[in-house]
Nanobody, 119 residues
Framework: QVQLVESGGGLVQAGGSLRLSCTAS????????VDWYRQAPGKEREFVAS????????VYADSVKGRFTISTDNPKNTVYLHMNSLKPEDTAVYLC????????????WGRGTQVTVSA
């Protein structure tokens, strides 16, 4: 059974940077894609970014385009989310998700890591 564990969250001032990690364990991990989502208090979960496991295709939400970058380290079974120029509205729990049957069906979720951006 694959498990996803996020790390790297924390408290940062506006304009700062963080790097989140999503590491898979518990079995052979070769997904079609890995996504990052986020959920702020009282709001619905929203898509942030996605990357194919080959790294050849990246997709970003408009709200983070140009500020966030997603990348993979396949030997480490890890996907990173590099977040720059952070804004208070980026404050949320960030979760990673993996699709192992196709590019659109999410099979595994992590529990999330908290990112708080102060003004």
């Amino acid at each position: 059974q694959v498990q996803l564990v996020e790390s790297g969250g924390g408290l940062v001032q506006a304009g700062g940077s963080l790097r989140l990690s999503c590491t898979a364990s518990g079995g052979t991990f070769s997904p079609y894609a890995v996504d990052w989502y986020r959920q702020a208090p009282g709001k619905e979960r929203e898509f942030v970014a996605s990357i194919s496991w080959s790294g050849s295709n990246e997709v970003y939400a408009d709200s983070v385009k140009g500020r966030f970058t997603i990348s993979t380290d396949n030997p480490k079974n890890t996907v990173y989310l590099h977040m720059n120029s952070l804004k208070p509205e980026d404050t949320a729990v960030y979760l990673c998700a993996a699709s192992t049957r196709n590019y659109v069906t999410i099979d595994y979720w992590g529990r999330g890591t908290q990112v708080t951006v102060s003004a």
